[in-house]
Nanobody, 115 residues
Framework: QVQLVESGGGLVQPGGSLSLSCVAS????????TGWYRQAPGKQRELVAT???????NVADSVKGRFTISRDNAKNTMYLQMNSLKPEDTATYYC?????????WGQGTQVTVSS
């Protein structure tokens, strides 16, 4: 079983930056893909960005050019650098890891963009 712990969320003003981290522990098998998702109140969870086991990335159009996903396999840690944040980026951000065993989710970290 894989345990995921997100950190780095908080309150930031519009135009500001935050960096999220997701640390994986436990029995980690071959990574297929990892990613960040977010869910705002009253809305469905949506994909933010993914990175495959080989390092290929995919970023949602709504955050393209502002958010960057990366992963350090040696540290079992995934990151999401978020720049030029907007109020509409306010949501709970979740990390997801997909390996040969299955799909694993973290508990989420809150990001609030407000003046």
């Amino acid at each position: 079983q894989v345990q995921l712990v997100e950190s780095g969320g908080g309150l930031v003003q519009p135009g500001g930056s935050l960096s999220l981290s997701c640390v994986a522990s436990g029995r980690i098998f071959k990574i297929l893909v990892t990613g960040w998702y977010r869910q705002a109140p009253g809305k469905q969870r949506e994909l933010v960005a993914t990175i495959t086991g080989g390092g290929s990335t995919n970023v949602a159009d709504s955050v393209k050019g502002r958010f960057t996903i990366s992963r350090d396999n040696a540290k079992n840690t995934m990151y999401l650098q978020m720049n030029s944040l907007k109020p509409e980026d306010t949501a709970t951000y979740y990390c997801q890891w997909v390996d040969l065993i299955g799909t694993h989710w973290g508990q989420g970290t809150q990001v609030t963009v407000s003046s």
